[in-house]
């Protein structure tokens, strides 16, 4: 996967190009494919706008869900990012400075993150659940110097005083608070934009912040070339093609946002689709799909979990092809999809630090609980504690030569940008197995995984079967101390609506499991409880295990149901 020689926009097409052309031959797509080579790119400048020329076509096209939308085509978006970008600039934002971007999905987040493309400024994003302590290591870390946020959100930066830019979006006319600059007069600017010179295809464009599920957030650093490039092998694993139709269920501030609200459709030439929504109803997105004649759809576990419970088949949508992200998907979703619309749900694998790695790419056999094989362009090994090429180990990516899709590392962290890129390979963290076909099934982050009666358990594998026991909503399975066994699993579960907490329950969800279970991972203890999130929505299993471990010898939780040793 030696990088092919050539840059700028031609170098970047011609590979777009190649994947589009084997869509649907992922042999010849992951021997040939080849990352192109490129000195200066500007993402924005040579694709967006060379795509947007003359082009009427709908770039993004956002519904709410009182029935109003708002349709830009990908020529008038141009237009309108060139505006910003020249209005952003008379306020002083400058190449390299960094912009915390806090919106919900409206047309000035897209406007936005495309005008500081232009610019070489360097996009934060954030999340409109972000909270005084997220803001304060967003300044601190992250070395904000500049910041646009919708109009609800403008007092959450009153605690943070200094000379930084203040762009607010969607005040009401008089209604701009003090010290802020009303997004509204970007109208005013011209049309037409001219960079202050190259873009480099190595310089900052995105500083992450992690979503921590074990530790503190990780500042994520990416380049005009890691993500826009990078997002060349998502594109490829959803199947996306030009004049598609695509929705993808995420909201901003999170990486999955930029990998297919904002990437992958537009490096195809696809249309961008949004439904706003202050509750997520199923029956309402189901008439979405179907009224907007939606061609792709990506969503959560959580999503599709929600979907399957209605009357699927009554439902006559435009759908072709339908993908999965954030978790890996149980196989009962997909078997229920597919017997309603006779399209199986493509699961895939990427992290904030990387592109899409692994996915199940159109027209390929799908193996139920796999997350698929390696993407082009990703060389993906799976490694013991020793290093060495196993069955079941930790996901790692090949740094001979570096894939392109992959960060630079972590922002002012040396040390842990070399732990993870140590010994010629990216480390994801992530524990997998992978069969004789090469399909990679994911088994659970390293830090999750656990032994007890000496054999390792994966807390996913439990967790998928506890979901499929009618009462329970979500689950999470962690190690409980016990002095025969090391450790023994329990499970931490959330109930569905119309059920209760309590011993007969708790019995027949842990006869459920051990009915589709091998015996040593049979799970011995149930707690009817909550779940500690991030604000991305990954279950902190951290928090539940140091809970666990704190309490004292003998000391019950309220609500928590213990079955009875038996005989092996």
Not at 385 to 401: F, K, N, T, V
């Amino acid at each position: 996967m030696t990088a092919s020689p050539g840059t700028g926009a031609a170098a970047f097409l011609a590979a777009r190009d190649f994947l589009l052309q084997h869509r649907a031959d992922y042999a010849t797509a992951v021997r040939d494919f080849r990352w192109p080579a490129l000195a200066e790119f500007n993402w924005a400048l040579d694709h967006f706008d060379a795509l947007a020329r003359g082009n009427d076509a709908p770039a993004l096209w956002i519904v709410d869900e009182t029935g109003a939308e708002d349709k830009l085509s990908f020529a008038r978006l141009a237009e309108r990012s060139n505006q910003v970008a020249n209005w952003l600039r008379g306020l002083g934002v400058q190449r390299g400075e960094r912009v915390l971007l806090l919106m919900p999905n409206e047309m000035a987040l897209w406007e936005a993150m495309l005008a500081c493309m232009k610019l070489g400024a360097v996009i934060v994003p954030t999340t409109t659940l972000v909270s005084t302590d997220d803001l304060t290591d967003r300044f601190d870390r992250g070395g904000v110097r500049h910041v646009i946020c919708t109009a609800s959100a403008t007092s959450k930066f009153d605690a943070f005083p200094g000379a930084y830019t203040r762009v607010v979006v969607g005040a009401a006319p008089g209604q701009v608070p003090a010290g802020w600059n009303d997004y509204a007069a970007s109208r005013q600017a011209p049309a037409t934009f001219a960079p202050d010179g190259p873009t480099r295809a190595g310089d900052p464009l995105f500083l992450y912040f992690t979503s921590g599920t074990t530790s503190k957030p990780k500042l994520v650093l990416h380049t005009h070339e890691s993500y826009p490039v990078g997002h060349l092998s998502t594109m490829y694993w959803i199947g996306l093609k030009p004049g598609d139709v695509h929705w993808n269920i995420s909201s901003p501030g999170w990486a999955k946002h930029a990998w297919s609200c904002f990437f992958a459709p537009w490096n195809a030439g696809a249309t961008i689709f949004i439904y706003n929504y202050a509750r997520f109803n199923p029956p309402a997105a189901l008439d979405m799909l179907v009224k907007n004649k939606v061609t792709s759809l990506c969503a959560p576990p959580t999503v599709w979990r929600m979907l399957m419970q209605q009357d699927l088949a009554r439902y006559r949508t435009s759908l072709r092809e339908l993908v999965g992200a954030g978790e890996p998907l149980n196989p009962e979703v997909i078997d229920i999809v597919r017997r309603a619309w006779g399209i199986t749900i493509r699961d895939g694998y990427g992290q904030t630090e990387t592109t899409a790695q692994v996915g199940n790419p159109p027209g390929q056999p799908v193996k139920a609980g796999s997350m698929g094989r390696p993407l082009p362009g990703y060389a993906v090994a799976l490694l013991d504690a020793d290093g060495r090429p196993a069955d079941e180990g930790e996901i790692c990516l090949s740094l001979s030569p570096r894939p392109t899709g992959l960060m630079p590392g972590y922002l002012d962290d040396d040390a842990k940008t070399a732990d993870v890129m140590r010994d010629g390979h990216y480390h994801t963290g992530d524990v997998a197995a992978r069969d004789a076909d090469g399909y990679i099934t994911y088994v659970g982050r390293a830090d999750d995984v656990f032994k007890a009666s000496d054999y390792r358990i994966s807390p996913f594998e439990l967790e998928s079967v506890l979901i499929e026991h009618e009462a329970v909503a979500e689950a999470a399975v962690i190690p409980s101390p016990d002095p025969i066994r090391l450790a023994v699993p329990k499970a931490i579960v959330i109930l569905r609506a119309g059920f209760a907490p309590g011993p007969e329950l708790a019995q027949s969800i842990l006869a459920f499991a051990r009915s589709r279970l091998a015996s040593y991972k049979r799970i011995r203890i149930v707690e009817f409880g909550e779940l500690p999130k991030t604000l991305s929505g990954k279950i902190r299993r951290v928090e539940l295990r140091q809970r666990e471990n704190a309490r004292k010898p003998g000391e019950a939780f309220a609500l928590e149901f213990r079955e009875a040793d038996k005989t092996e």
